[in-house]
């Protein structure tokens, strides 16, 4: 049987990781994400890729990118969580399941912080274990890559 | 060191799982989610206790009596998430972490059932991965307990 | 043939009926109500049972007990019916019709009492005929029994 | 002792029953509903008359013709219901009691099907019955007439 | 010079004037006032025409007959006020000035009657001074014709 | 008997009519207007007496005094008009009627010009026909103490 | 094989076409446009039936009956465009596809213009080309038609 | 003259007052407050009970059991007065006045803890004083006793 | 020790008292309660003193001379209470507390007299009492020196 | 005579169209439709370019490249057009007129898509047509270029 | 040719300046603001003169006094910024510019104080900088002063 | 000591200044405003940099290579103001202080206008002076790093 994909894809501002407003984010960089979800991705024995970018266009181009290749996304859109209809419309025409991540809890910030414009076409959200929410999702997909195949 | 407790509480409805729309909610039931977290916990090593009730004031007491007992817990208040403030003034008053959990992916759902009046005092919310929403947040709250050890 | 069971459940402050502002509601007390429905429902043959209570989750507990069991519920939610979101889904999750009747011409009174958060999930509403609201919902359940049998 | 009138206004698309939207609105025809309707009315021993029209300043007219001849109205004033302060306006000048009788359960559908302009100053609604809306609207006047005769 | 000719119209359910909820409006009949009014014109040197309909489309086919013909239009539209844009597209579609008149104080009343869609487009508005304030019009718009000629 | 006093409280900015953005107001001068209501006072065998202030307190200290002595009130508040409830109070607080007068037509203004929170306790409203429109409030005045008189 | 037949419904106001606010709506009359429609549907191949009425209710009737009737109904609703739904229901009612046109563009006017409640029953909507609106939708009917056929 | 007896009824997680978020609620036990009451209701001569519950449907029982009873109720819904329509109806259903207390200044935190739907059925209101609050309110109520008696 | 000052300030209309809506506001005079504070002041053991205006700037003043002088304030803004944040940004930029009070239960009023700008920034509120409010806020405040001292 | 230029601009996700929700918008491509548009063009006798972009920055710089060169802009901005002021200010920054089009009927789907932040600065709206929308809008813009020339 | 005037307007609750929430708005008073302005004049060869109120009605007839006289306003209406129709309307009714100045950020504090009713009336905004807001707006208007001379 | 940065960051559409809407920008380019900042940068001894894009995401990426080298950041965010939290978090999450500037009076055009989401992360607001308000800015940052230094 082949190995799974599982992609990462992280929005706006996350390169910043870990010097970008610690008391919200936590100390970790993005690479240091990166490092334990290849970590854990190595143990559940599947592929991973990461992808970083602070432009609507180009995280639009990398899920279309997805489509025929991956076996499921992982999506931390910041901001454009809130707002970004068009990468909304990306994730219902792609056919890999995208899950929706956030580091911190987004439900308990700012009042625009709380709508999500792309969650009703993500499988599911995790939302407020810092970096442990992308592990998470990984797990999650994992699970679901097995129980389909 | 002392094993660690999570204590999993269900809210309304959730006892008619298997059964009532299983569309929406799938066809396992509470005893099967209680015994796929029960296997879990054994795998991590900690203890772990289930409730279920219909009323808001069970539900309350129970937090409040996980308040010197248990190192997290796991709740999916069913439709209480959407208005029950005194559960949320429970879940503040108490000293354990919360992590809120929903089966389906209640953003994809009616417009009520995006709005979380709970969310802002929990440490995280897992959403959409049928009974898995529990696992993870079971991983997430041993992680936790794990780091704080 | 079996004689169908029609199940008649009135919520909060019901039972204060006829001493409870009587121009609102009227001076006839809650066993009036059920004597007259248990009056009609000998001449329709078909079983009644009723049942009152002020607790939300006492309220859902008769709900689920009616699945299996009764052919069509009369629900009068009183207050629950305006914010009760778990009323609403044990309504969706049991099998039997159920009817939402109101003493009072709920659209007549304050703003808030306009909004019934279980109305879509019942099959119809009568409201505002006083105690004939109850009678007319037991007609419309037994027509409906002897329409499906 | 006189025989009373109960006068029937069916508002705009309603002559199209039968044909029009039949996952919604049913197969009976117009016609079917005023033959049970008068079925009914001789068994209860009341006169009946109806009346269909889809324009709003005809269905004002009737309603003041009922004023000083008829003894109740049952109004299903249709998509009007949502919208013409103007027949509510005829309703609150006229005398007799006026029912408001819906064939879907309008709760269940648009939102905007949930706001009734007119309910205020109807004695009470009855929805989601399909024609036997109308019949129970029926007996509800008919049992009124009795009490006040 | 010419006289001037001024056009009264009376919306839905003013025909029933004197005898539709006395304690709002009054105890004058619509001919009482048209009585009051024609008077009044005599006095000031301009014809009158006074016309009422409870139907839209004929309050629309009025006001565009009024277009060459008249110099200015009392309008009393009735529940239409609060929201027919259709009339207020014929008002503005006309040349004679038009002035909204009310019998009773809207503001004072429910919300909705607060809300006059036809106002922006009339050339000012008189409300709450019963009959007279058909009268304060019509002063009104003999002394605009007058400043005008 | 008696002569009637009819007293005018011209609100904020009125004292600037004439300078005042011409093409919203007009040319006219709040003395002209005074000068005018003087004269139809005399004709109509009235007292009059005039007041302007830009003061939100000396308007209401103005209302207060008016209670015993005056038999009406004409009031254009001015901005004050859409926020003052201080100024809807005092009109509530005493007993001469008020009626609320608008140069211009509010209505056709910016969205907050079409509130007043004064209307629900002034007997009437007269706006859009510049000076006129408190030519009207006076006969409307005069008119009704003639009546009671 | 059959000619098709194409009905235009035009709604209230623009009987007036070309005297009413030529700025907005342009100098030409509704006979121009009816001529245009003529001469283009003669080209295509297709019967054409120009109608318009000012009243809700004849709007509906005419609707009503392209029912068994035309291949396709081109509607301008007017103003009736904001808020009838009684319209709405009539559309969802029949069976050809209706074509919502505007002249104007409605969405660069008043707010009230930018809601249409009878869109999301309609095939498509055009708006903003003046007569030109008309013309491309006569076009896109005739090639559904012959697609169709 | 028989002594009053005054209920005190504290609603969800006041029993964890002292441990709950002391920085909002301060560091006083249910029992210091309840003590405090006893020591007040003993020097004005008045009897005095108290009773804590987390059960919405236990609150309006105990409400129901003050009816022919308690001279006066105090109290603390906490969570419930901001969504419990079911307890405003009890309290409007019972006799004795209802003095609704709050420890904290709910105007000066989250926006929905601004909102309470049962303060228009109270008599009065006391927030932001601590215990203190409930102290004034039995004033109040001993007061009103004696103006009654 | 030296003796405390408490200043007390009434808002608009309120000179009226007695006279204004006696329905709503009760037939006590200012000076009343003025003459029941007094007493209850000296009991206290307090200095007093009490101020009224109409003018919301006046009050202000009031409010700025009360920073280093007294040592605390009862204000009953009236009708600013609704509005006012210049008087909110006084109360937040004094020293001593400002407790809120209204006569009547504002809560059970017109809609926008539920809205208290001034609320969070004041330390508690009173309302619905009639004068009894004043005293209740007389004590708290007395309690509160006494505590500090 | 110059030939004219028409700029066909085709915003995110239309990349994708053929294998994106087939149901919503159709089995044809985009190539599809640039083909059918180019053979348009050539009968019309008009140049065409066409072009693709997921980022809302290269949409406008190439709506930028439009001003001096083309003589009218077929734009779909897909999920833009419900919030990219940006994109607004772009065409309303540029000489050619815009044509805004969509394939589905945006109004018959989520309530989001109803709302075009674009349309008040396009000349007109063509929706619902699937790639017919297209082909509309190409004729609209060159008609209006014959009229110009 | 004449040296120019520059007016300055503090609204209320700036006399306490230095003393006032000084986290908010820093430790400067108002004579420190007024001495820098002073000095800055001198600098740019402008007259200057400060007033400072608590009332709206003095604040509107300050701006009055400058309109044959000022040649540009600087104006902190501070609470006034976000409700006074009355200020706004003198400004707009006035001929020297307006500029807006805030000491703080408002847009970083409570929502409410994000709207600014007088802002579409002021030539333009400045907030955010302390008491150089004032420094830069004084530059603004001299500058201004310089091109039109 | 060192010579500070400031970065000058203009947003969407900002290339077409001069061309662009002159009635509402004015008819400078951006070569003449970044000349201008560039004379007064001289004058104030500071060093100055200038960028322009269309792209929300460049300009993120700019906000981001400003962090550790720029001195402080004047940004007109364009329409993104309006939208775009992504850039909200980008000057949040960078070290030099953000100033926003507007040429145009925002608050005096489209409601959309009025709302700023950057503004709450901003240090300060400069609208409404045309390319004045780039140099009052530049001016405003200037002062902060000598006060800094």
Do not use: W
Request: net charge negative; aromatic share 4%; charged share 25%.
């Amino acid at each position: 049987m082949d190995r799974r994909l599982i992609s990462v894809i992280h929005g706006p501002n996350l390169n910043l990781l870990g010097e970008r407003e610690p008391d919200v984010y936590g100390s970790e960089t993005l690479d240091d994400i990166d490092g334990a979800l290849g970590g854990l991705a190595r143990e559940l024995g599947v592929d991973l890729e990461c992808f970083q970018s602070n432009s609507e266009g180009e995280i639009i181009d990398r899920l279309h990118s997805c489509s025929g290749r991956a076996d499921g996304v992982i999506l931390n859109a910041g901001a454009y969580t809130h707002y970004s209809i068009a990468i909304r419309d990306a994730i219902a025409a792609i056919r890999p399941p995208v899950v929706e991540v956030h580091l911190s809890n987004v439900h308990a910030r700012e009042d625009f912080r709380r709508v999500s414009v792309i969650a009703p076409v993500c499988v599911g959200q995790i939302s407020g274990f810092g970096s442990t929410s992308y592990l998470l999702a990984l797990e999650a997909l994992a699970r679901a890559c097995k129980e389909r195949s």
